[in-house]
């Protein structure tokens, strides 16, 4: 039994800050940026973090996929909103996984993702062992004027990994560790501290990185020139074709980093150049996966058949193709919280959580499951001892009825600039689902003109609020309008 | 089906405090003021009051908890005061405790307060609260424009109206009730405004723009209620009775039930108007009813509101406000007062307020602004919460010969 990739998906947030605008505002203080101000980079809303953004990820990784087989999940980032409260538990919740999977957070590297990666083929291969999803995710901030700023990108990529219907083989892995710190985050540090550049060349891709892939290529049994796609996470302009012709490839193999589309999504990186890699890939083709963090891993995949039969998913080209352009840099900065702005008495309502409740109705809060009456099929939000069906208010007659992955309609809706919102105004309304199911919504990714009574919407997993105060954010499902053709 | 309420209940006496930015008075001035009106009124004293109740709605930021922040400030003898709250609807569930008293015979006088004070929170607009425990988690908390902004988005797609025809018929709404709360000595707003200046005001949640909101006021408003027999006794000839009460409640159904509710209307407005005109003997109401003070919260409000009334028919409201129906000259003249839009929004003291508004008509008391022919019948509707979820309270008071 073949042992590999059985399903890829990615999530890029919608917005594309233009790196124009962000040099127009840093220009006066940081006029050596301008070679790194072109095209544009993906950011998350205020909304948005690591963990939100791996939901998405993994939901389009499980398109048409039975989640019940899944074993084990695992999300590598370095970005994580909790030190202790595993994030990845949080993203099972609201897959609506069953209780029985295993979960994992890996972090401290942006080695993290392919590391999460090797274990979990290592695990599978040769078994029939259940389906293990990877997933990887960053949103990295920071500071103004500074060349992180301009690099980074924010993004989510997942990776369904186990026996059976493999669309890319697993034919091995090679990986040395190496404490290079080119760059280093403390913890509870928002932004990381880089050393010069042409060090980090000179000493970390042209030695260390070249070095370890010419002796992957000889471990794994493969020459370079046999390679289709080459796949070096690195954005610095000209080091991914460097590295390549130093190890004795092609260049021409290079996988395209997304530098002026997306940018480096950090941990996320490697997953989301590998899923690019894999919508263009062609049955037979070999594809090696690089991580470089504080050492190098080197995975080795072939291309299946079955990749052509893999169900319609946005991945990387889908979610790219959604872009938004942006240049309200000054927002972001405060989504970011990079800066502050005066935002008034309504803002200072106390958004504290309460534990108790939150385990009671986790269910409904992270996975969107409401009830199905099995008399009379009415679907309700939330779930409740008695129907809420006037023609028959059945008693405890109803059933567990997912609502998360269910399109609805808009029946009534409001832009609302009295209530604070991070991002005004504060739009919200009433949905219908198809199926039904009534529920009271925020709305998210939406500009002016965006909603109409009878517009289609889907729901995505965000943050709803945050207590600042106790450090603690508070997730729930958004309404977002379905992108239509234009 | 119950027999109801009608003419077992006599208004003894009623009083109101100026509405508005009460920046000098707290609660129990506000309180005060009502009430040295309405005992004067009743012609009794204080020691003559068996029960009271208490309606307010942010306790939190304004009153305190508890019935006895109106037991101090009027020095009530030790009787018993009950606080009520039922959000916006909180002063006509404050009326309806007191009239039950009375009309059970429990209570041969009762006090009906209601009392908000707003302007203290540092902000326009409502105090920001929990919605519980589960719905801090799940639901929305949305503000009072946006809630009931939806309601005028859900109409136009319902009744096929355009956003403009709205947008217009929702400012003459507003034009009517500054025109008639300019009248009004205790009203919190007493400029007239032209359509112009509401169509060009700024949104504040789409579509309702400044002017199609009401005020945030401090106030308080009060009734003393007993029976008819001892209303006579203490000399009253010209009584008021209440020919109806009723309060209908949301269960879910609104907010939770796919395809059922479409959005437009109030539900419970509904029922509690239908049970109302049943409870008064009411078949007609266009003709029957004299005049009305509903929950003009937002300019749609009041507008939906005419068809949950059975004035107007469904989806035909905004064409009836643009026709003038609802004019102080109207068929069916509404806040004669200024309504909530210029009367001012003490939360608590509205539905209270209102009663107010209606008893002075019926007796001819309303100075300026009285009715050329003083109505036999007068309505009022008071909503608490937001379209999808809400308390509905309808009283209907009249002459008791009506």
Known sequence: MSTGILAFGAYVPRKRLQRSAVHAANAWFAPG??????????????????????????????????????????????????????????????????????????????????????????????????PQLCLASDLRKAR??????????????????????????????????????????????????????????????????????????????????????????????????????????????????????LGDSGAAHPFVLLVSALEKAKPGEKIILVGFGQGVDVILFEATESLGQLAPRKGVTGSLALGKKDDNYMRWLFHRGVIDLEKGMRAEADYKQ??????????????????????????QFPKSDISVDTNDPARSTQEDYPLADRRARIVSYTADVLTYSPSPPFYYGLIDFHGGGRLKVEFADVEPGDLRVGREIEMVFRIKAVDERRGFKKYFWKAKPVAEES | MASGIKDKVAILGMGCSNFGERWDKDAGDLMLEAFDEAIVDAGIDTTQIDAAWLGV??????????????????????IGVTKVENYCASGTESFRGAVYAVASGAADIALAMGVEKLKDTGYAGLPFRTIGST?????????????????????CSVHGVSAQDLKRAMAHVSVKSHANGAKNPK?????????????????????????????????????????????????????????????????????????????????TA?????????????????????????????????????????????????????????????????????????????????????IYENYLQLLGRAG?????????????????????????????????NA
């Not at chain 1, 991914?240 to 530098?259: E, I, K, M, W």
């Not at chain 2, 009734?223 to 949301?250: F, H, N, W, Y």
């Open chain 2, 187 to 267: 009203a919190h707003l007493r400029t007239p405004i032209d359509l112009d200046t509401v169509l060009n005001a700024p949104m504040i949640a789409e579509p309702l723009g400044l002017f199609d909101c009401c005020g945030v006021s401090d106030g308080a408003a009060c009734a003393i209620v007993t029976t008819p027999e001892i209303a006579r006794s203490l000399g009253k000839t010209d009584l008021v009775t209440v020919k109806a009460l009723q309060i209908a409640m949301s269960n879910g159904w609104e907010m939770q039930q796919a395809g059922g509710w479409n959005g437009a209307y109030f539900h």
């Open chain 2, 368 to 400: 300026g602004r009285q009715l050329h022919t003083s109505p036999s019948l007068a309505l009022s509707h008071n909503i608490g919460g937001q379209p999808s979820e809400n308390v509905c309270a309808v009283a209907i008071i009249g002459l008791s």
């Open chain 2, 135 to 155: 719905l801090d988690m799940i639901g929305v908390e949305g503000s009072g424009p946006g809630n009931f902004a939806q309601l005028a988005t859900a109409y």
């Open chain 1, 354 to 379: 309460l534990a108790a409740p939150l385990w009671r109705q986790h269910k409904a809060v992270f996975g969107l499951v409401g009830g199905r009456c099995t008399r009379t099929g009415t679907v």
């Open chain 2, 270 to 354: 509904r029922i509690a108007a239908a049970k109302a005109y049943k409870e008064a003997g009411v078949t007609k109401p266009a003709e029957q009813i004299g005049m009305t003070e509903v929950h003009d919260c937002f300019s749609v409000t009041e507008l939906v509101t005419m068809e949950d009334l059975f004035l107007s028919q469904a989806g035909e409201a905004w064409r009836d406000v643009l026709d003038g129906m609802f004019d102080a000259d109207g068929k069916v003249p509404c806040q004669l007062d200024g309504g909530l839009k210029c009367f001012g929004h003490p939360i608590g003291a509205s539905g209270l307020r209102m």
């Open chain 1, 144 to 261: 103004p004027a500074s060349e992180p700023e301009l690099l980074y990108g924010d993004a989510a990529a997942g990776l369904l990994v186990g026996a059976g219907a493999t669309i890319a083989n697993y034919l091995g892995s090679y990986s040395i560790s190496a404490d290079f710190v080119d760059h280093y985050r403390a913890t509870g540090s928002d932004f990381e501290y880089a050393w010069e550049a042409r060090w980090v060349r000179d000493e970390g891709y042209n030695k260390l990185l070249v070095g370890a892939l010419k002796d992957a290529l000889q471990a794994l049994g493969v020459a370079a020139d046999a390679v289709n796609h080459l796949i070096i996470p690195i954005n610095v302009r000209g080091i991914a074709t460097s590295v390549a012709r130093q190890a004795g490839f092609n260049p021409a193999v290079v996988v395209d980093t997304l530098a002026d589309r």
């Open chain 2, 57 to 78: 709605a942010y306790d939190v930021v304004s009153v305190g908890s508890s019935g006895i922040p109106m037991s101090f400030a009027l020095r009530l003898p030790n």
């Open chain 1, 33 to 130: 940026l301008k070679g790194l101000a072109k095209g544009e980079r993906a950011i998350g809303d205020w909304d948005e973090d690591s963990l939100t953004m791996a939901v998405e990820a993994a939901r389009d990784t499980l398109a048409a996929f039975d989640r019940g087989q899944i074993d084990t999940v695992l999300l590598a980032s370095t970005t994580f909103p909790f030190a202790d409260r595993q994030n990845c538990g949080v993203v099972k919740e609201a897959l609506n996984l069953p209780d029985r999977v295993a979960t994992l957070d890996v972090g401290g590297s942006l080695r993290a993702a392919t590391g999460a990666l090797i274990q979990a083929l290592r695990v599978t291969a040769g078994t029939n062992a259940a």
